[in-house]
């Protein structure tokens, strides 16, 4: 008599609880909308095959800074209704309404219209915190305006005396106080430079003088923003790599504007890649020949030396490529697999990228048959054990690992929790954060599949029949992307 009995251990996919660790990048014209549709389909063909291993649009989000696109009119109106609320003595209503108003300014691109609502946003919120009896608040709003512009004068229409008062009695403390020099410069050097916003009418490189706290600083040349930074009195120097920053345009799909020089568009999405804190970076390109043929192409790039691992490109047909092409061409870059639709260059083609995605061949069935006898009766049972404790033994060092991991997680985590991510020097030690923990997550998932495959198999032999010769007694292990199955027969 015989019997099937399947033990299944299912273990969560590699990318399941992981930070995603490729991204989609658009290189070329960005206001080119074939480029942008074509990525925006490349990028969910990608996200089917890759899942969480793709960085999401929120992801992209938190990680690659970007300057708001609300209009300062909207900003200007929650203003006005945080004016309209002091006035109506709702002094926490204003409050509110002024730090989320204050908050979109500093979104803004840097110039006159962002300096001007930051002014007016921060001498309301003193206005309304004096009349919530926090005096050493509203203070620090006003010499947050004085720091950099001491020659402001007061509407006397709007402030009442006592308010004038004290912004002139802060005005003439400012000026007394001791300044820090701070050298900004940036590739390529003029570079006009915003801080808070405000222009200062220096360009690098240059020296600026501030009073000891915290400011935003970007830089700016033939009207591309570098990204801001935030410095504060720990902060000798800033550098901004202006012909990088200002090329990246945010989006769904973060897109490279340069004029078509290949070893400069390498470099960029290899900067953005490392900026992003992500291992390769996916590129996509679109190009025109001179005969009217349009062409789609993708690259797979290692930001960790700079190595072109695979690349492909497929031909347009009619106004663009059909979207059986563009799969394959999502399915050469993730996992290698060629078809006579893409055309590839001759580049190094072995990447472990498949498999992080989840890509993994799935392997033959291993069988072991083994014949038990009358005299084999107590052999099983004590292999079975052994095997039951081993198991236990690697699922609790895969639970070690885990908590290794989040830990590692969450410290890199902190490194972007104020939404400005770490400075270029930082990357490095970023990489390594992160390489880290990904390091101890795979150990981990890797210690759960051996456990549940020790722990199934020594359950099989426990619970084998004794006393009897049986027939031959068979078990088979199958391994599939983020799941183990094992199944005996006695």
Same mark, same amino acid.
């Given at each position: 008599?015989? +019997? ?5 251990a ?10 995603? &660790?490729s ?20 990028a ?34 929650? *203003? ?18 002024? *730090?989320? !108003? ?12 962002? @300096?001007?609502?930051? =002014? &007016?946003?921060?001498? *309301? ?9 926090r ?16 020659? $402001? ?10 308010m &004038? !008062? ?16 701070l ?28 009073l ?11 009207? $591309? ?11 000798s120097?800033?550098q901004?790599?202006l ?23 390498m ?12 291992d390769?970076?996916l590129?996509?390109?679109? !190009? ?6 349009? @062409? ?22 009619g ?9 394959e ?13 893409? $055309?590839?260059?001759? =580049? ?10 989840? +890509? ?15 005299s ?17 033994? !690697? =699922? ?6 885990? *908590?290794?991991?989040d ?31 990904? @390091? ?8 759960y ?22 027939r ?10 983020g799941a ?7």
């Open positions: 008599m015989g +019997k099937w009995m399947i033990a299944a299912s273990v969560l996919a590699w990318t399941a609880d992981a930070s995603a &660790r991204a989609l990048i658009a290189a070329g014209g960005c206001e080119d909308p074939e480029l942008l549709h074509w990525s925006g389909q490349l969910e063909l990608l996200r089917e095959r890759m899942g969480q291993q793709l960085l999401s649009e929120d992801e992209l989000t938190m990680r690659l800074p970007r300057f708001s696109s609300r209009a300062p009119a909207e900003l200007e109106r929650q *203003l006005e209704g945080a004016s309209r609320a002091y006035f109506q003595a709702d002094h926490a209503t204003a409050d509110q309404r002024a *730090l989320d !108003a204050l908050a979109g300014v500093e979104l803004l691109k840097p110039g006159p219209r962002r @300096w001007q609502l930051y =002014v &007016r946003g921060l001498l *309301l919120r003193a206005l309304i915190l004096r009349a919530r009896n005096s050493t608040e509203a203070a620090e709003q006003i010499r947050r305006v004085l720091r950099l512009d001491p020659s $402001h004068r007061l509407d006397s229409d709007y402030f009442s005396p006592s &004038r !008062a004290l912004f002139d009695r802060l005005r003439r403390q400012i000026l007394l106080e001791p300044k820090v020099v050298a900004v410069t940036s590739t390529p050097a003029g570079g006009a430079i915003f801080i808070d916003g405000l222009d200062v009418h220096q360009v690098t490189p240059a020296t600026v003088e501030l000891a706290g915290r400011y935003s600083i970007a830089v700016s040349k033939d009207g $591309h923003f570098s990204f801001p930074r935030t410095v504060d009195r720990t902060s120097s800033v901004f790599d012909a990088f920053e200002g090329s990246v345009r945010p989006g769904p799909v973060p897109c490279i504007d340069d004029e078509g020089d290949e070893q400069l568009r470099s960029n999405a290899l900067k953005l890649g490392g900026l992003l804190g992500i390769e970076v590129l996509i390109e679109a !190009a025109r020949r001179s005969t009217g043929e349009s @062409w789609v192409s993708a690259a797979l790039l290692r930001v960790q030396g700079g190595q072109r691992i695979r690349d492909g490109w497929i031909r347009a047909s106004s663009a490529p059909s979207s059986s092409e563009l799969a061409l999502a399915e050469l870059i993730t996992t290698g697999t060629p078809s006579s639709n893409v $055309h590839q260059s001759d =580049v190094a083609t072995a990447s472990p990228l498949a498999e992080q995605m989840g +890509k993994r061949p799935v392997p033959e069935q291993v069988g072991v048959q083994t014949q038990l006898t009358a084999s009766k107590t052999w099983p049972k004590v292999l079975g054990a052994a095997l039951l404790g081993t198991g236990a033994l !690697a =699922v609790g060092t895969g639970v070690l690992l885990q *908590l290794r991991s830990q590692s997680w969450a410290n890199l985590s902190r490194r972007y929790a104020d939404g400005t991510p770490p400075a270029i020097g930082e990357l490095a030690a970023v990489q390594s954060i992160r390489k880290q923990a990904d @390091w101890q997550r795979r150990a981990a998932f890797a210690s599949a051996l456990g549940a495959t020790a722990v199934c198999t020594g359950a099989l032999f426990i619970l084998s029949r004794s006393g009897q010769v049986d031959a007694a068979k078990t088979a292990v199958r391994a599939a992307p183990v199955s094992i199944e005996g027969s006695w």
